[in-house]
């Protein structure tokens, strides 16, 4: 029977930032604050998550140390599936269904990425978190996330950010002058260089209409607010 109701979906992308809270590997009381914010609100909002990778590898960075550069993206995404089985962990256990799926096939870890499943998990109120990124070296998990935000048919691709509360017109940690901004288009971000999202994850929003909102993780509920559809950080828009 057809489960569709018309609630709101978004995608939401956590780096691995977030789930090392400021240092290597994965903090459990910063994870378990998240997965309760996102319990939260998943009742009303159909949730589907990727997943950074940043707190164990980046593949840029090993590369710039002597790897192989697609050796060491290979080994970055890997660190994203750990990211999720932690987040997997403790938004089940407070009480939220959920499934993970990876673009790497690795099938006694997780799902493999079937779009068309993925929807219907999320209709039968699961939350899909989205590992391996897209299984391809040279990219991010920014443009990961604007992609799956795309094929599932995200109303908002949800971009939660330690450190800033949203998209500046400059660099706030080099220009003291730079200010928030509460909305901005694709074009401009483009233009003026603005490297909290990823240029090919901007662009690939640009190109298809898929609204972006970037905001930080900082501040009561804030994860939560954005989900649920509060107006919080800075609107991106084609
Ligand atoms: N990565 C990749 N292809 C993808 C997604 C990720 O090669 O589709 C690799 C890349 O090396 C990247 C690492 O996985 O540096 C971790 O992802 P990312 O840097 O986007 O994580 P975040 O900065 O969000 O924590």
């Known amino acids: 029977a057809p489960l569709r109701t018309e609630r709101r979906r978004v995608l939401l992308k956590l780096s691995g930032e ?118 391809m070296p040279y990219f991010s998990t920014d443009t990961v996330a604007a992609q799956r935000a795309l094929e599932i048919h995200a109303d908002e691709v949800l971009i939660a950010k330690n450190g800033v509360d949203g998209v500046y017109s400059d660099d706030p940690r080099t220009n003291p002058d730079a200010v928030k901004l509460d909305s901005i288009t694709y074009q401009e971000a483009l233009v003026r260089g603005l490297k909290v999202v990823d240029a090919t994850a901007f662009s690939l929003c640009m190109d298809n209409g898929q609204r972006m909102r970037v905001f930080g993780m900082e501040g009561e509920d804030n994860l939560a607010r954005a989900i649920a559809g509060e107006q919080i950080g800075t609107i991106v828009t084609a």
């Open 18 to 135: 977030v789930f090392g809270g400021g240092s290597v590997g994965v903090n459990p009381d910063v994870v378990s604050g998240v997965a309760k914010q996102i319990a939260s609100v998943v009742s009303r909002v159909e949730v589907s998550i990727v997943v950074g990778g940043g707190n164990f590898f980046r593949g840029a960075e090993l590369s710039s140390r002597g790897m192989d550069r697609t050796r060491a993206d290979y080994m970055g995404m890997l660190g994203t599936v750990m990211n999720c089985l932690a987040l997997q962990d403790f938004l089940e256990q407070a009480g939220v269904d959920t499934r993970v799926q990876t673009a790497i096939p690795m099938s006694q870890v997780a799902e493999t990425y079937i779009p068309r499943r993925a929807i219907r998990h999320m209709e039968k109120d699961r939350v899909v978190i989205f590992g391996a990124g897209a299984g």
